[in-house]
């Protein structure tokens, strides 16, 4: 099945849906794409108007909408309220599950991620920087903090600025992380929806004010993706080059490679499909681990 992810932000449209299809209507021309295909649609044109139907039928067929703010940012999130026949009883099962087991799922999607970063680095710059040793030495809970620890050392080496640091208001490399972290997180709350789970159930992320805590954990082991693709983008652009439509489609064409997982090559939307849906059956006493990218 195809999965598409559609940004609407160079020019004024009129959305609508006809026969199962969203229509785009642009000056230059009408498109019409299967409501079915559609992953995510991305609108920050203030210029854009849309039918209920759009709205309704995309979140039918499991599809999500991200509205962006006057700085193209996403700034609200529209996911599918039925995601799953059991969801009731899923969601009962989230509520319940043991702190043991919240920590020990942490520490595999923390040794994923810093093994991703490893490897990102490692493809970008050479040298892993130790990230792939220390990958093994994140503990039940990360209590022994590696993932900060490497952090440190990837944010350095990634874009060779001893003085980089994640911020989300800096107008630097951060503006295009923020916009490929905002589509990932979306990709991951709609593959939870998808399993009948809760996005506000979360693992580790305990913000009170975050109604996607479950799509932050999950979503650790993919931002590499993003990562190597800002970093290739800064280094041919500039790191104060502007968030254009070739920015934008440079990083979400990133989000729709292919990656490996359990041995097999698959979409980064089957992928987390699939950990999303595994973590359901860890809840369930089915299985013991998720099912984690190699990214």
């Not at 642009?26 to 295909?37: D, F, M």
């Not at 969601?91 to 999607?109: H, I």
């Not at 809760?198 to 004010?209: A, D, E, Q, T, V």
């Amino acid at each position: 099945m195809i999965e598409r992810v559609i940004d609407i932000s160079e020019a004024p449209a009129r959305l609508s849906v006809r026969n199962s299809l969203l229509v785009i209507q642009l000056e230059s021309g009408e498109n019409a794409i299967p409501l079915a295909e559609v992953a995510a649609l991305v609108v920050s044109n203030p210029g854009v108007t849309f039918t209920h139907a759009v709205l309704s039928g995309l979140a039918a067929a499991g599809g999500i909408f991200v509205a962006c703010d006057g700085r193209h940012m996403p700034s609200a999130m529209l996911l599918p309220l039925e995601g799953h026949s059991t969801q009731g009883e899923r969601f009962a099962l989230q509520a319940g599950v043991s702190l043991p087991v919240l920590k020990r799922l942490w520490r595999d999607l923390v040794r994923a991620k810093v093994r991703a970063q490893g490897k990102v680095l490692a493809e970008l710059r050479g040298n892993d920087e130790g990230l792939l040793q220390m990958a093994g030495r994140v503990l039940t809970g990360n209590a022994a903090s590696i993932e900060a620890q490497a952090s440190r050392r990837y944010w350095r080496e990634l874009f060779g600025d001893p003085d980089f640091r994640r911020n989300r208001e800096a107008e630097d490399q951060n503006r295009f992380l923020n916009y490929g972290y905002a589509v990932l997180r979306a990709i991951v709350a709609r593959a939870i929806c998808g399993a009948g789970l809760h996005p506000s159930f979360g693992l580790h992320h305990h913000n009170r004010y975050d109604a996607f805590r479950l799509a932050d954990d999950l979503m650790e082991p993919f931002r590499p993706v993003v990562d190597r693709a800002v970093a290739r983008n800064c280094e041919e652009e500039g790191a104060d080059a502007p968030l254009d439509k070739e920015a934008k489609k440079a990083l979400i064409g990133a989000l729709t490679g292919r990656f490996e997982a359990e041995g097999e090559s698959r979409t980064l939307f089957d992928i987390a499909a699939r950990m999303a849906a595994s973590l359901a059956a860890v809840y369930a006493g089915k299985r013991k681990s998720l099912v984690l990218p190699e990214v």
